[in-house]
């Protein structure tokens, strides 16, 4: 079975500090996709990794993917409280060689940027 | 375009009672999803679909139905409801030709159990 693990559960941060989430597996996955909920909203995709090593950056948001491809992170410079919301990690579910887009996804993060 | 619809927006429903919770895409994808959202446990899957006339089940089936008979809409049927059921229900779909896979969430349905 393959598990995501997000850490930490909960971050409650004031205006302009950083931050790290990170997602982690025992399993190989050959791409990561992270997540933003917004409270009433589905999730919102931001960002898919899929080399062992990668990093992205969108905006103040850094994403990174293990060379082993079992983590995948997530560094926000300078938080805003706009960036309040719960950040999911996902990867896809392999069933018999193929997901068919199937995700499973970590618990999740619950992100609070106080002004 | 609309993307990912979903009715109805919130539903109490007493126990043994049934309900069909509503999802419609306008974006013609062939793949369409239904996870239940609980708090601190992420979303799990309940069912999937790879077109019209062909579902399969997910992590959590247990006490569901789908069907699928047109490629835009994905019924999720609860036929005698339990306080488990209690949950944020969350439709997707997916371009299949599309590499990176991107789930298209609707605003999900809340739906308590009494």
């Known amino acids: 079975t393959q598990l995501l693990e997000q850490s930490p559960q909960f971050l409650s941060i004031q205006e302009g500090e950083n931050l790290t989430v990170y997602c982690n597996s025992s399993?190989?996955?050959?791409?990561l996709q992270w997540y933003r909920q917004e409270p009433g909203e589905g999730p919102v995709l931001l960002v898919t990794?899929?080399?062992?090593?990668e990093v992205k950056k969108l905006k103040r948001l850094t994403f990174q993917f293990g060379d082993a491809r079992k983590d995948s992170s997530l560094h926000i410079t300078a938080a805003q409280p706009g960036d309040t919301g719960l950040y999911l990690c996902?990867?896809?579910?392999?069933?018999?060689?193929?997901?068919?887009?199937?995700?499973?996804f970590g618990q999740g993060t619950i992100l609070t940027v106080h002004p | 375009n609309a993307g990912v619809t979903q009715t109805p927006k919130f539903r109490i429903l007493k126990i043994g009672q049934s309900m069909t919770l509503q999802c419609t895409q306008d974006?013609?994808?062939?793949?369409m999803y239904w996870y239940r959202q609980d708090p601190g446990m992420g979303l799990k899957l309940i069912y999937y679909?790879?077109?019209?006339?062909?579902?399969d089940k997910g992590e959590v089936p247990n006490g569901y139905n789908v069907s699928r008979s047109t490629t835009e809409d994905f019924p999720l049927r609860l036929e005698l409801a339990a306080p488990s059921q209690t949950s944020v229900y969350f439709c997707?779909?997916?371009?299949?030709?599309?590499?990176?896979?991107?789930?298209?969430f609707g605003p999900g349905t809340r739906l308590l159990v009494l």
């Open positions: 996902a990867g896809p579910t392999l069933a018999g060689g193929t997901s068919y887009g199937k995700l499973t």
């Open positions: 679909s790879v077109g019209a006339g062909i579902t």
């Open positions: 997707a779909s997916i371009d299949q030709r599309e590499v990176r896979k991107t789930q298209y």
């Open positions: 974006m013609n994808h062939n793949y």
């Open positions: 990794v899929v080399t062992g090593g």
């Open positions: 399993s190989v996955f050959s791409s």
